[in-house]
């Protein structure tokens, strides 16, 4: 599974922004899949995963209601959409693939998979 993540850009605070993360290979839309975030200085933070049906979905508790993980199987990808950005959602943005059926948790060891990381700055 090759991902490759897009989407990131620099935005004001109180926009919106959508990620996108594109996969190809064997498995790619049977896998379940995340969003991790990483800020200069920080160790990487689990935002978000999706079930491979896209049925089931978690969040990191300070999140939920501002991020909205999806997916489009027939695309094979995997969606981020953030709303109301702040100053310290400025990270570099990855995406994650885990080859599992059941849900891999928040653990970045648990993914087999990443993207290379898409760069969201946001300025106040």
């Given at each position: ?15 919106s ?32 995963e ?28 995997v ?11 400025t ?22 998979y ?11």
């Amino acid at each position: 599974v090759q991902l490759q993540a897009s989407g990131g850009g620099l935005v004001q605070a109180g926009e919106s922004l959508r990620l996108s993360c594109a996969a190809s290979g064997r498995l790619a839309s049977t896998s379940s899949r995340a969003w991790f975030r990483q800020a200069p200085g920080k160790q990487r933070e689990f935002l978000a995963e999706i079930d491979w049906s896209g049925g089931y979905t978690t969040y990191i508790d300070s999140m939920k209601g501002r991020f909205t993980i999806s997916r489009d199987n027939a695309k094979s990808t995997v969606y981020l959409q953030i709303s109301s950005l702040k100053a310290e959602d400025t990270a570099v943005y990855y995406c994650a693939a885990a080859l599992t059926t059941s849900r891999a948790g928040s653990d970045p060891g648990e993914y087999d998979y990443w993207g290379q990381g898409t760069q969201v700055t946001v300025s106040s």
